[in-house]
């Protein structure tokens, strides 16, 4: 299964799995079905208000962690805490600015299922690359609407990161609309779209050569709670001397 998912990644520059094949796959990693890990779920109803939104906007919580990983069949370390920073070519509306978000909670690094979909991202771009140095990334997002007000995924539009892979998780979709992932390659050009819509619903993109998007959510019953909730792991090979 991961041969699969590597040999489409190397060809296409992105792959959507859906949320069966990554379950069995994530669930055979951990030695343990991905239901039996309640903690990882419900982590997100525990992020906390993003404080850098160039916009003004307050429809985004998160929080966010490092890891290190330096060898192919190394374990995924956690670093001490760290800011994320993106260039403002990367990201010109929230970039040049250090940004210290709320760290990840202690419970998900002890997550089976995050552990898993670290070795699995390890796996995967290890045989692409030939290299298993890697500088990893994780941010929990939950993106809301309300008043009438759209949620925006990727408020800077569509972008890369400055990272070589991104792994982008679906964790839960909650009365809401929209909120469809496009992938465009450097020439501008759409590639692919497709709506993560199931809890471990999974895009694996290579960063250098696509930019990616998700549209605007909006909320179907004004009268209950509407967000989405994911997790993106950044991939980022080490600076080797």
Known sequence: ?????????????FVFVESAQTSELLSTIAG??????????????????????????????????TYAIDSAGQRARLMPYQPHYQTVDYNPLNGGVARYFAPILDD?????SLAALL???NSVFSQI??????????HQFRIEARDGRMGKPTPEGIHRDGVDFVIVVMIKRVNIDSGATTIYDLDNQLVGEFTLRDSFDM??????KLYHGVTPI????????????????TFKLKNIP
Do not use: C
């Open 1 to 13: 299964m991961i041969t699969d998912i590597v040999e489409r990644l190397a060809t296409d520059d």
């Open 32 to 65: 343990a079905p991905l239901d039996s890990d309640p903690v990882f779920l419900d982590s997100w109803n525990r992020l906390e208000q993003d404080q850098y939104m160039a916009d003004g906007g307050h429809y985004r919580k998160r929080r966010h962690a």
């Open 108 to 112: 998900l690094h002890q997550s089976l």
């Open 119 to 121: 070795e699995f991202g």
């Open 129 to 138: 690359t030939g290299n298993g140095q890697w500088h990893i990334e994780l």
């Open 203 to 208: 895009v694996l993109v290579n960063d250098r």
């Open 218 to 233: 909006t909320q179907l019953d004004a009268d209950s709670e509407a967000f989405r909730d994911v997790l993106v792991i």
